[in-house]
T-cell receptor, first 113, second 113 residues
Framework: GNSVTQMEGPVTLSEEAFLTINCTYT??????LFWYVQYPGEGLQLLLK?????DKGSNKGFEATYRKETTSFHLEKGSVQVSDSAVYFC????????????FGKGTLLTVNP | GAGVSQTPSNKVTEKGKYVELRCDPI?????LYWYRQSLGQGPEFLIY????????DSGLPNDRFFAVRPEGSVSTLKIQRTERGDSAVYLC???????????FGPGTRLLVL
């Protein structure tokens, strides 16, 4: 079946540090890949996405590249801010699956000033 | 414009009771999804509506769970004979077309005592 594995949290960084949150997936076919973010007290928001191999999604300084050979979609940011503190979810959507999302468990990121 | 709204934001009930959770999708969105998020986990798919019909209900855990969308807009998730294990955040998402980005509501936090 389809599954997403994210690195365990929590992750605690100082402001301006480099961020990587690892995400690997298992799926048949060619899924689309997503990163969603949940800020404290808010709903899930789409952060970025990639729909085919070697695509790079980017938004708000975050990037992730769809790597089919390693079945990965790691999230990176060069310099985090306190306002990036949130829970980050990696997700996939497999073609022909009625477009439902399969999520990882989430990674809590805390950025300290 | 308005996002996805869900009511109530919190619901506390007793074991064995019946509950209804409501989702108002973004106007014009034909696809609607329900997910359930247990503590420390990512959201898990429950059911998908395309218009008025449930196109995929494979994620409903058992026959105590049922959802409707009679006019192709508002949806209600119904849980009969609630159990403590049903305690979770129930999320609703909608998209203009199924293959497009899903927008999430803030969720209903259900606690079964």
């Amino acid at each position: 079946g389809n599954s997403v594995t994210q690195m365990e949290g929590p992750v605690t960084l100082s402001e301006e540090a480099f961020l990587t949150i690892n995400c690997t997936y298992t799926a048949t076919g060619y899924p689309s890949l997503f990163w969603y973010v949940q800020y404290p007290g808010e709903g899930l928001q789409l952060l970025l996405k990639a729909t085919k191999a070697d695509d790079k999604g980017s938004n708000k300084g975050f990037e992730a590249t769809y790597r089919k050979e390693t079945t990965s979609f790691h999230l990176e940011k060069g310099s985090v801010q306190v306002s990036d503190s949130a829970v980050y979810f990696c997700a996939l959507r497999r073609p022909g699956s009625n477009y439902k999302l399969t999520f990882g468990k989430g990674t809590l990121l805390t950025v300290n000033p | 414009g308005a996002g996805v709204s869900q009511t109530p934001s919190n619901k506390v009930t007793e074991k064995g009771k019946y509950v209804e959770l409501r989702c108002d999708p973004i106007s014009g969105h034909t696809a609607l999804y329900w997910y359930r998020q247990s503590l420390g986990q990512g959201p898990e798919f429950l059911i998908y509506f395309q218009g008025t019909g449930a196109a995929d209900d494979s994620g409903l855990p058992n026959d105590r769970f049922f959802a409707v969308r009679p006019e192709g807009s508002v949806s209600t998730l119904k849980i009969q004979r609630t159990e403590r294990g049903d305690s979770a955040v129930y999320l609703c998402a909608s998209s203009r077309l199924a293959e497009e980005t899903q927008y999430f509501g803030p969720g209903t936090r259900l606690l079964v005592l």
